[in-house]
């Protein structure tokens, strides 16, 4: 007789849902790897009914469970360069969105999860490890920073598919 093979784990629902997005589901998760190295697994939890061509005006979060140490500064700083790939905005901006970021994004070790969550009308709280580190309302921010990994123009159109659950 083959043994069944068990169904992949689903990973626990992040506490920092429960009030925010309490009816959230694992949407799809992805591996991000930098020239062939794990950098992070991504996993996008949603509300029943997402819609992922106007995911920036629903709530979602996005989780980024990291694989290696990072500098925060760095990661900061790399995701004002994808934004840029998915609108443009002004040098004002992007000091202010920086800053914003350097605040939200400590630096991480193996392990450490980064948790993103909008509520679709522009305002993104940032957690690491489960605790809140900065938040604003800002619904450009909003739409061109989780663009990094949701909108068509990514970086990486193969994590946005696994994400999405959209397949390849």
Known sequence: MTPALAAPAVPPTPAEL??????????????LRFFGLRVYEARL??????????YARQP???????????EGAAIAERSVAEM???????E?????????????????????RLTGLSDGQGEVR??????????TVDADYARLFFGIWLAPQTSA??????????GG
Not at 45 to 54: A, L, R
Not at 60 to 70: M, Q
Not at 84 to 90: K, L, P, V
């Open 18 to 31: 429960a009030t925010a997005l309490p009816r959230a589901q694992l949407r799809g998760t992805g591996v």
């Open 45 to 54: 939890w949603t509300s029943p009914g997402f819609q992922p061509d106007d």
């Open 60 to 70: 979602f979060a996005l989780e980024l469970v990291y694989d290696r140490r990072l």
């Open 84 to 90: 840029r790939r998915i609108g443009s905005f002004d």
């Open 92 to 112: 004002a901006r992007a000091k202010r969105w920086l800053a914003l970021m350097k605040q939200a994004f400590p630096d991480v070790a193996a392990t450490d």
């Open 126 to 135: 940032f957690f690491h490890n489960g605790r809140e580190t900065a938040q």
């Open 157 to 166: 159109p193969a994590l946005r598919q696994a994400l999405l659950g959209t």
